[in-house]
């Protein structure tokens, strides 16, 4: 199939171009170019940028297909303009083997809204107690580079360390859940004045320094490359920012929604505020944003956690830890980032694009667009401002903490090499 991608800003810079994109990649970009046996769309002026990728996603198949499947969760992440996902290895069965991961790499393949990268389970079952197949995953069709026991911490500190040694054979990458356990027993919210007023057991900002101060001492050692999963207090946006001081090879993530929601909302004991790392304070949403701003945070990354209803709308201490996020992502980091002045259109594609995919070392996304680059693209209506409404999203969970937002621009197509798999807003 061969498309034309008519009047649209590449990075939002500079005067409208048409792109024609054939045999899965950009062949040809000017101005006013031919339609002939082209497809044309017309992008109306919008903002052109590679294709999203999301290093962190919950895609819960296999074994809760009730919360969420491959085909349903990236439907909703192409509608939210990505083009690659990294699902994430807590399923049931554990992606902690080759077949696992092939599975679900397969399962991606065969729903094709968007390329899908399993990250693979550092220890078997999650336990936090003897390394999983590392090797054998990395060598899987699937091809593993990343590994995280998400939801846990492999918080014994010489496992900690075999596991980044391990990896470099391969390039690969130990994505952590910071969370000294022992610090967080019982731990429903975070740990400050609202949690005293709450009575709620809070979940202290040191469990997440403590284990992140300790794996870029660990990964420095090594030599190891060590990633820290959805990075949520303005302590661990400076050790990051030291680690990074120090030229070692360590990358973070920051979630959407702890770029703009605070532990004010817990008190509204709606469980769809209830999130692992938990909801912070306002001098933490801060030095977030300051952080994405200045790259010591690497990356936007959505933790998209998906719940069927039994498993959320239940009084707060028995609720599931978890937000959706796919389909809101760009929208709030243009609320929180763009709009304040805060990150260019440019360097939005770093935080969404280009960098997540490095990391997780995907070499078709995240690419310039330039021609002769793979024409994995989405295309953002600027002046769009839309209503979140739940019952609307792809995803089957409805879990999202943004429902009745109003939020700006939105994701208009969506381009997976070459072929549309979101147009006119609606998946194609």
């Known amino acids: 199939m061969s498309f034309l991608l008519r009047n649209v800003k590449a990075y939002g810079e500079g005067d409208p171009v048409d792109l024609r994109l054939a045999d899965g990649r950009i062949v040809e970009i000017g101005s006013g170019l031919s339609a002939g046996d082209s497809q044309p769309y017309d992008g109306q002026s919008g903002v052109l940028l590679p294709g999203l990728v999301d290093l962190h996603?919950?895609?819960?198949?296999?074994?809760?297909?009730?919360?969420?499947?491959?085909?349903?969760?990236?439907?909703?992440?192409?509608?939210?303009?990505?083009?690659?996902?990294?699902?994430?290895?807590?399923?049931?069965?554990?992606?902690?083997?080759?077949?696992?991961?092939?599975?679900?790499?397969?399962?991606?393949?065969?729903?094709?809204?968007?390329?899908?990268?399993?990250?693979?389970?550092?220890?078997?079952?999650?336990?936090?107690?003897?390394?999983?197949?590392?090797?054998?995953?990395?060598?899987?069709?699937?091809?593993?580079?990343?590994?995280?026991?998400?939801?846990?911490?492999?918080?014994?500190?010489?496992?900690?360390?075999?596991?980044?040694?391990?990896?470099?054979?391969?390039?690969?990458?130990?994505?952590?859940?910071?969370?000294?356990?022992?610090?967080?027993?019982?731990?429903?919210?975070?740990?400050?004045?609202?949690?005293?007023?709450?009575?709620?057991?809070?979940?202290?900002?040191?469990a997440e320094e403590a284990i992140i101060a300790r794996d870029c001492l660990l990964a420095a050692h090594v030599g190891g490359r060590l990633h820290v999963c959805h990075v949520s207090t303005a302590g661990s946006v400076e050790l990051i920012r030291w680690a990074k001081g120090h030229g070692w090879d360590v990358t973070a993530e920051v979630t959407p929604h702890h770029l703009v929601l605070t532990d004010d909302l817990a008190g509204t004991y709606d469980p769809v505020f209830k999130v692992n790392p938990p909801l912070r304070t306002k001098t933490d949403v801060e030095a977030l944003r300051e952080g994405l701003a200045d790259g010591t945070i690497d990356c936007v990354a959505t933790d998209h956690a998906p719940h069927a209803l039994e498993d959320k709308e239940a009084e707060w201490g028995a609720a599931a830890?978890?937000?959706?996020?796919?389909e809101t992502a760009l929208a709030v980091v243009v609320q929180t980032m763009v709009e304040p002045g805060r990150l260019s259109w440019r360097s939005v594609a770093e935080r969404l694009s280009t960098t997540p995919a490095r990391i997780g070392r995907l070499e078709e996304h995240g690419r310039p667009i330039a021609v002769g680059e793979p024409a994995n693209l989405c295309l953002v209506d600027l002046g769009a401002r839309w209503t979140v409404d739940p019952a609307q999203s792809a995803s089957r969970s409805r879990n999202t903490p943004f429902a009745g937002h109003e939020l700006p621009s939105r994701v208009v197509a969506t381009f997976l090499r070459g072929t549309p798999t979101v147009l006119d807003g609606r998946s194609a």
Not at 120 to 131: K, S, Y
Not at 321 to 326: E, V
């Open 321 to 326: 830890f978890g937000m959706t996020g796919l």
């Open 57 to 206: 996603t919950h895609l819960r198949e296999p074994g809760r297909e009730d919360a969420e499947t491959v085909e349903t969760g990236t439907r909703a992440a192409a509608l939210g303009g990505f083009t690659a996902v990294h699902a994430m290895a807590n399923t049931d069965p554990v992606a902690d083997t080759a077949g696992v991961v092939e599975q679900v790499w397969r399962l991606g393949r065969d729903a094709g809204h968007c390329d899908v990268a399993p990250v693979g389970a550092v220890t078997i079952g999650l336990a936090g107690e003897q390394m999983a197949e590392l090797g054998t995953m990395a060598d899987s069709a699937a091809r593993v580079r990343v590994f995280s026991d998400d939801g846990h911490c492999v918080s014994d500190a010489s496992l900690m360390r075999r596991a980044l040694e391990y990896v470099k054979a391969f390039g690969g990458v130990i994505a952590q859940h910071a969370q000294e356990p022992r610090l967080t027993v019982g731990a429903q919210m975070n740990e400050g004045v609202n949690s005293s007023l709450l009575g709620l057991t809070g979940w202290p900002a040191v």
